[in-house]
């Protein structure tokens, strides 16, 4: 668990530089999504629930740093909606294709509220709309099917699956 | 103990553990106790971040010259070499003039005031969180910025240090709905606060009297109050009013005068005369 850890850190650095930097050039993705989240999400899918918590927690650090809202406030609510995906996954039926998009879908939603929530604790207004909010949930639901399936083929080279004998 | 309890504990103590140090980070960075340690981190990443935008900048040009070359394949089946090479060399010298109109740009706004100190400034980065609306900078506080010093690009008013590094800071847009600045119209001279309306939404200047007729098209300006910008710096125009009669005060929607969404380079105004408020200061008996 704490060399996932360990892994996670560069992972994220990488992933929030291309969040800041490279993002923001293509409209399609400004301001609709989060790639350490997505990582975070597909790893929690793949991996276990603890593991994709403290990626998240990461990642939502990471991402707080460079982010004028208070600090803790993405890493708490990626650790949150992470966490409530994977116990609603678990009641999902065993589909590799459907389950990572209803689990994108719903945690997008659940982080989103979450962070609206975080945010109206301090006094806040956060600037999502319902059509932004609805444009993140589409926009990660989609894209999380390449991130899933790549961090899948990796994991299956890096940890192949136990062979009981 | 069996192994599903003990492996339950791992996942709560885990959660709990990382719940709290969040929680924590939330309660020291709202009491200004993160400060320094963030800076420590935000400084090497902002020199990270300023490499990897300049390395994008050379892959996006060079992902442009292609497309333009395919148009040229189009109407000339016979395109040698030396047709691509002229091509490229066209783009680059494109580029060259897009950025000598924006130093021009720059300069001429430098000329409008030429009382402000200003500071030139790359735009390295946005923030990557969707619910704010701020943008990172490759000056901090070893070149002079202070938090709270005005941004403008060009076109107008930008937004407001709102965190610096030594190297780097962050602005802090008037999109952004925690943004308010004291406005004033053009043409009508009504005065009101400019709000941010965040992603999507509008720019708006609200309190305005109902007894001003505010025109749609009019200039939005600084009105200097408050001493935290200079007066009369460009904001934008109205292009909508909302005036009920039944209300005590309209409210005006305007367009920002910069693409805030693109913005390359920016002017910090390191120095300015505020308005003089001495007038308000408590007179001894």
């Known amino acids: 668990m704490f ?47 603890e593991e994709g918590v403290i990626w998240a927690f990461i990642g939502g650090l990471i991402m707080d740093i460079f982010t004028i809202a208070p600090v803790g406030g993405l890493a708490l609510t990626y650790m949150g909606a992470v966490y409530i995906v994977n116990i609603i996954s678990n009641l999902l039926p065993r589909n590799r294709f459907a389950v990572p998009v209803i689990s994108a879908v719903v945690a997008t939603t659940v982080q989103q509220l979450l962070y609206i929530l975080y945010l109206r604790l301090f006094g806040i207004l956060a600037n999502t709309t319902l059509i932004s909010l609805v444009q993140t949930v589409l926009v990660q639901a989609v894209l999380i099917i390449p991130i899933f399936w790549s961090m899948y083929f990796i994991k299956r080279s890096l940890r192949p699956r136990p062979v009981q004998i | 103990m069996n192994l599903d309890e003990a492996q339950k504990r791992v996942r709560w103590i885990t959660l709990a553990v990382l719940v709290l140090i969040a929680i924590l980070l939330t309660v020291l960075d709202q009491t200004d106790n993160l400060d320094a340690a963030f800076a420590f981190i935000r400084d090497p990443m902002a020199v990270a971040l300023g490499w990897t935008s300049q390395r994008t900048d050379v892959i996006a040009s060079a992902l442009e010259g292609p497309r333009d070359l395919e148009t040229a394949r189009q109407e000339i089946d016979i395109l040698n070499a030396r047709i691509d090479d002229l091509e490229r060399e066209n783009e680059e010298l494109r580029e060259i003039e897009g950025e000598y109109q924006l130093l021009v740009d720059l300069f001429n706004r430098a000329r409008q005031n030429p009382d402000y100190q200003r500071l030139t400034a790359s735009v390295i980065g946005q923030d990557p969180n969707p619910a704010v609306r701020s943008i990172i900078i490759d000056k901090g506080s070893e070149d002079g910025i202070r938090v709270g010093m005005p941004v403008e690009s060009a076109r107008g008013l930008v937004g407001q240090i709102y965190r610096t590094t030594p190297n780097s800071s962050q602005v802090v847009l008037i999109t952004d709905s925690s943004s308010a600045i004291p406005a004033r119209l053009g043409k009508s001279r009504a005065t009101g606060i400019l709000r941010g309306g965040g992603l999507g939404g509008v720019l708006s200047i609200e309190w305005i009297d109902l007894k001003y007729d505010v025109e749609i098209g009019e200039s939005v300006l600084t009105s200097g ?61």
């Open chain 2, 225 to 285: 109050l408050g001493g935290r910008f200079p007066q009369d710096l460009i904001i934008g125009r109205v292009i909508e009013v909302d005036r009920r009669e039944a209300e005590l005060f309209q409210q005006a929607v305007v367009q920002a005068a910069s693409d805030l969404d693109s913005l390359e380079m920016v002017f910090v105004i390191t120095d300015f005369e505020a308005i003089d408020t001495s007038i308000f200061a408590t007179v001894e008996p």
């Open chain 1, 3 to 49: 060399s996932s850890a360990l892994i996670a850190i560069p992972v994220m650095v990488v992933l929030t530089i291309v969040q800041i930097v490279i993002l923001p050039r293509f409209s399609f993705f400004s301001g609709d999504l989060s790639l350490p989240f997505l990582f975070a999400l597909s790893w929690s899918l793949l991996s276990n629930v």
